[in-house]
């Protein structure tokens, strides 16, 4: 008999617009994410984003990880690494701390990888 667990943690959980699935509207969520399909609207997770090769964004994304291998306009800022895959289009500003761009990718904006200045409470009072 298989049991299964009365709460379930969103935390690691993976959501996906399918091939051929247009949505339009933000997303807000703490998994991770893959876009097959297509999305207007920005999205802000604390997990790592995918655009697959046939995925389509058009708007921001925040969020911890991105691999891009389809279509992205807008900015993205991802807190730790970048992947931009030998497909992707990537046309907005990029803020990251790790980029990797494989041969072929085109990117065009502005890429920021300075690290995050520290907040120091009472400095210059």
């Known amino acids: 008999m298989k049991i299964i667990p009365d ?10 617009i399918g091939q051929g699935t247009k ?8 998994g991770d994410f893959r876009i097959d399909g297509e999305l207007i609207g ?5 997990g790592r984003i995918v655009i697959g090769g ?8 925040t969020c ?5 291998s389809g279509v992205l306009t807008g ?13 992707a289009v990537v ?7 790790r980029l990797a761009i494989e041969l072929g990718a085109k990117f065009s904006g502005k ?12 400095q210059g009072q």
Do not use: W
Request: glycine share 8%.
């Open 7 to 16: 709460i379930v943690s969103d935390a690691g959980a993976r959501n996906i």
């Open 23 to 30: 949505i339009t509207g933000d997303i807000h969520l703490k």
């Open 42 to 46: 920005s999205i802000y997770s604390e």
């Open 54 to 61: 046939s995925g389509v964004v058009q708007g921001n994304i």
């Open 64 to 68: 911890q990880n991105a691999d891009i």
């Open 75 to 87: 900015n993205l800022n991802s807190a730790d690494m970048t992947h931009f895959k030998a497909t």
């Open 91 to 97: 046309e907005g500003d990029l803020k990251t701390a």
């Open 111 to 122: 890429c920021d990888m300075s690290e995050p200045k520290p907040n120091v409470k009472g």
